[in-house]
């Protein structure tokens, strides 16, 4: 029987709860639902429901409360940071031995881990049902012609962002797509809430291999991933790959092979930060993807380029084919042998389809900047400036990698582009990530 993470957790804040040196188990449940949410009301379910929820764990049943009662980690947080150093220690040595993690829980991070533990099994819980279905095998006439199915999680992508506008690159020969997206409310200074609710809800399925069944592998072991792989020096800025994941697969159903950061828990290494496969029913193409955050819109575009250009098929000094990119060894030791033998077939060019040329994915993050003034003006007014401001980034964009694109003569290939304004792109990210993984 694997480990029940909920009823490990809930042992571990019991004494933060106790009264009198002790707390029921049921008592110390209801002491977790109420520092994670707003207003939690402990007559939602009788006390034989909260001891089946301790020995049980946390069903959708549950979800659908907490989140009437209003989800808040930064209570769950404070209330985790209420613990003495002593408690502290003491914590983070529990969770550490019971959960069989392979670092230890720093007192500083305890809280953030915490925080995303109870995050993840409610978004384990919630998709209970939805991991239970058989995911079927397409065969040949199916018309994706791909033998997998998406694993980006992506119910929420609407409440995150909003697309300003979505264009072309003339110079680009094959099929393209540049997009501009901005964070809702589309007002300054940008609220990264639901930007870190969808980066977590993913850091699973981003950093943990499709091969691999989800309800074995848990966030903890995928968030113990990165902070080894953001420390290797390897990854530039962790969420930019992260979000050019998130994109690939939402907007262009471009499905994962495999990503860089999946692929080092293996001490293996590639040159893009990961390899998708997108079929429109004919066609098959493999795109490599790149990211790059940097307060500046031009430096970001220059530095994606720069990442491209030391791409092996860009420094080779033959046409290499996009079957020759893709390692079959990683691919047959992420996804095991059944599945990486229908994928194999999917990529002879002769069977599927598949483009000879590599196409590129590549997200761009930046630093909002402005010279109007979006203070003096009513919430409407800010907003048609911010969306007049991004599209104008756009076309900024669109011309710059149009000239890259010509001068490294990469015409046939495909190029899909995700740009997004942060208030501060290099600082606000690496703060995004620290506080869903730490540091």
């Given at each position: 029987m694997g480990i029940n993470r909920f009823q490990v957790l809930v042992d571990a804040l019991r004494p933060l709860g106790e009264i009198d040196g002790s707390i029921s188990n049921e008592d110390a449940v209801i002491a977790i639902f109420e520092n994670y949410t707003k207003n939690w009301n402990e007559n939602n379910y009788q006390n034989s429901n909260y001891k089946k929820l301790y020995y049980q764990g946390i069903n959708p049943s549950v979800v659908q409360k907490l989140k009437s009662s209003t989800i808040d980690e930064d209570k769950f947080k404070q209330f985790v940071d209420t613990a003495s150093d002593d408690q502290k220690y003491s914590i983070s040595n529990y969770l550490f031995e019971e959960l069989k993690l392979n670092e230890e829980i720093s007192p500083e991070g305890l809280s953030y881990f915490c925080v995303n533990l109870m995050s993840e099994l409610v978004e384990e819980a919630r998709n209970k049902k939805r991991r239970k279905r058989k995911q079927k095998i397409p065969?040949?006439?199916?018309?994706?012609?791909?033998?997998?199915?998406?694993t980006v999680s992506d119910e929420m992508f609407s409440s995150v962002f909003h697309q300003v506008n979505v264009s072309e690159m003339d110079v680009v020969k094959n099929k393209n797509s540049i997009h501009a997206f901005v964070l809702k409310p589309e007002l300054l200074p940008f609220r990264y809430k639901n930007l870190r609710k969808l980066a977590m809800s993913n850091i699973t399925n981003y950093a943990i291999a499709r091969g691999v069944e989800k309800t074995d592998i848990t966030g903890l072991k995928a968030g113990q991933l990165l902070r080894r792989y953001a420390k290797s020096g390897i990854p530039s800025n962790l969420l930019g790959e992260l979000l050019t994941y998130i994109f690939l697969e939402h907007e262009e159903n471009a499905l994962k092979l495999y990503?860089?950061?999946?692929?080092?828990?293996?001490?293996?290494?590639?040159?893009?930060?990961?390899?998708?496969?997108?079929?429109?029913?004919?066609?098959?193409?493999?795109?490599?993807?790149?990211?790059?955050?940097?307060?500046?819109?031009?430096?970001?575009?220059?530095?994606?380029?720069?990442?491209?250009?030391?791409?092996?098929?860009?420094?080779?000094?033959?046409?290499?084919?996009?079957?020759?990119?893709?390692?079959?060894?990683?691919?047959?030791?992420?996804?095991?042998?059944?599945?990486?033998?229908?994928?194999?077939?999917?990529?002879?060019?002769?069977?599927?389809?598949?483009?000879?040329?590599?196409?590129?994915?590549?997200?761009?993050?930046?630093?909002?900047?402005?010279?109007?003034?979006?203070?003096?003006?009513?919430?409407?007014?800010?907003?048609?400036?911010?969306?007049?401001t991004v599209n104008n980034d756009l076309q900024q964009a669109i011309s710059q990698l149009g000239r890259a694109i010509q001068q490294h003569h990469w015409q046939k290939s495909s190029f899909y582009v995700y740009l997004l304004p942060f208030t501060s792109a290099e600082e606000d990210s690496h703060k995004i990530m620290n506080d869903l993984i730490g540091g």
């Amino acid at each position: 029987m694997g480990i029940n993470r909920f009823q490990v957790l809930v042992d571990a804040l019991r004494p933060l709860g106790e009264i009198d040196g002790s707390i029921s188990n049921e008592d110390a449940v209801i002491a977790i639902f109420e520092n994670y949410t707003k207003n939690w009301n402990e007559n939602n379910y009788q006390n034989s429901n909260y001891k089946k929820l301790y020995y049980q764990g946390i069903n959708p049943s549950v979800v659908q409360k907490l989140k009437s009662s209003t989800i808040d980690e930064d209570k769950f947080k404070q209330f985790v940071d209420t613990a003495s150093d002593d408690q502290k220690y003491s914590i983070s040595n529990y969770l550490f031995e019971e959960l069989k993690l392979n670092e230890e829980i720093s007192p500083e991070g305890l809280s953030y881990f915490c925080v995303n533990l109870m995050s993840e099994l409610v978004e384990e819980a919630r998709n209970k049902k939805r991991r239970k279905r058989k995911q079927k095998i397409p065969t040949k006439k199916s018309e994706d012609k791909l033998p997998f199915v998406k694993t980006v999680s992506d119910e929420m992508f609407s409440s995150v962002f909003h697309q300003v506008n979505v264009s072309e690159m003339d110079v680009v020969k094959n099929k393209n797509s540049i997009h501009a997206f901005v964070l809702k409310p589309e007002l300054l200074p940008f609220r990264y809430k639901n930007l870190r609710k969808l980066a977590m809800s993913n850091i699973t399925n981003y950093a943990i291999a499709r091969g691999v069944e989800k309800t074995d592998i848990t966030g903890l072991k995928a968030g113990q991933l990165l902070r080894r792989y953001a420390k290797s020096g390897i990854p530039s800025n962790l969420l930019g790959e992260l979000l050019t994941y998130i994109f690939l697969e939402h907007e262009e159903n471009a499905l994962k092979l495999y990503t860089r950061a999946e692929i080092s828990a293996i001490d293996r290494t590639i040159d893009s930060e990961g390899m998708y496969l997108k079929s429109d029913g004919e066609r098959v193409q493999l795109i490599l993807g790149a990211s790059q955050l940097n307060n500046s819109l031009q430096e970001a575009v220059d530095n994606v380029v720069k990442k491209l250009s030391k791409f092996r098929n860009n420094q080779s000094d033959e046409m290499m084919l996009a079957t020759d990119i893709v390692d079959m060894t990683i691919l047959n030791a992420q996804l095991g042998e059944a599945e990486s033998r229908a994928i194999i077939q999917t990529m002879i060019p002769n069977e599927s389809g598949l483009e000879e040329v590599a196409s590129y994915g590549l997200f761009i993050g930046y630093q909002f900047k402005t010279e109007q003034d979006l203070d003096n003006c009513t919430q409407d007014e800010a907003k048609k400036i911010c969306r007049q401001t991004v599209n104008n980034d756009l076309q900024q964009a669109i011309s710059q990698l149009g000239r890259a694109i010509q001068q490294h003569h990469w015409q046939k290939s495909s190029f899909y582009v995700y740009l997004l304004p942060f208030t501060s792109a290099e600082e606000d990210s690496h703060k995004i990530m620290n506080d869903l993984i730490g540091g």
